[in-house]
C-alpha cells in the first residue's frame, strides 16, 4: 500500500468555524489531490498540487483552501465551515504524469460532520 | 449530463456468476482510464487501468471502446470477496469518477 496517511480520520465541527485536514506522504510522488466523496456523486476534485507551492483548483473549489509547503504534506483548509461541506474527504498522490499514467493512490479518508 | 456515467446497481449475483459493468464518458479527449474498488467506509483502491487494446488480469477483464465512448469491465467466477463498489475513472489532465456501481456476490 502506498504511503499516505491522513489526519484527522474523524471530526465533527460546528457552522463558522474553520477546519484544517492534513494529508501526509512518504513516497515522494510530485502530485497530491483532494476530493471529497459524497452519496450518489463520484469522488469530485477539490484542489491538487503538482509541486511545493503549486497548486491549483477542482472542480469544486469553492469554499476551500490549500497549502503545500513540503514534498510530502498538503493541506486542506475550509475557512468557515458549512453544513454542505459535511462530507468523507480523500487525499490522493501519484507519481510524474510524463508517464502519461494518471494512477492515483488514496490515503483513507477523513469523515467530516459540520453541524 | 454526467462526464462519466455508470449503472449504480446493485449487482447481486452468485458465486461463481459472471458479471459485467459498463461506464460511458461524455468527454472524446480522454486518454486515460482505470477501474477502482471501494469497500464499505474505505478508500478506493485500483483495480485495474484501461487500455487500448483490453487487458486481462486473472478474472478481471477490462474493455474500452472509443468510438463509442465507453470502458467495460468484466468479472469471471465471482467470489464473495468482489462485493464491492466498482468506480470507473476517466480523464485526460483531470480526471473524473464515476458514482460506482455495487456489487454483491451471494453464496
Known amino acids: 500500500d502506498a504511503g499516505i496517511t491522513q489526519s484527522p480520520r474523524h471530526k465533527v465541527t460546528e457552522t463558522g468555524t474553520p477546519v484544517t485536514l492534513r494529508c501526509h506522504q512518504t513516497e515522494n510522488h510530485r502530485y497530491m489531490y483532494w476530493y471529497r466523496q459524497d452519496p450518489g456523486h463520484g469522488l469530485r476534485l477539490i484542489h491538487y498540487?503538482?509541486?511545493?507551492?503549486?497548486?491549483d483548483k477542482g472542480e469544486v473549489s469553492d469554499g476551500y483552501s490549500v497549502s503545500r509547503s513540503k514534498t510530502e504534506d498538503f493541506l486542506l483548509t475550509l475557512e468557515s465551515a458549512t453544513s454542505s461541506q459535511t462530507s468523507v474527504y480523500f487525499c490522493?498522490?501519484?507519481?510524474?504524469?510524463?508517464?502519461?499514467?494518471?494512477?492515483?493512490?488514496f490515503g483513507p479518508g477523513t469523515r467530516l460532520t459540520v453541524t | 449530463r454526467k462526464e462519466v456515467e455508470q449503472d449504480p446497481g446493485p449487482f447481486n449475483v452468485p458465486e461463481g456468476a459472471t458479471v459485467a459493468f459498463n461506464c460511458t464518458y461524455s468527454n472524446s479527449a480522454s486518454q486515460s482510464f482505470f477501474w477502482y474498488r471501494q469497500d464499505c467506509r474505505k478508500e478506493p483502491k485500483l483495480l485495474m487501468s484501461?487500455?487500448?487494446s483490453g487487458n486481462e488480469d486473472g478474472r478481471f477483464t477490462a474493455q474500452l471502446n472509443r468510438a463509442s465512448q465507453y470502458i467495460s469491465l468484466l468479472i469471471r467466477d465471482s467470489k464473495l470477496s468482489d462485493s464491492a463498489t466498482y468506480l470507473c475513472v476517466v480523464g485526460h489532465n483531470d480526471m473524473r469518477f464515476g458514482a460506482g456501481t455495487r456489487l454483491t456476490v451471494k453464496p
Open positions: 498540487s503538482y509541486g511545493v507551492k503549486d497548486t
Open positions: 484501461v487500455y487500448s
Open positions: 490522493a498522490i501519484s507519481s510524474d504524469h510524463g508517464t502519461a499514467s494518471y494512477e492515483q493512490y
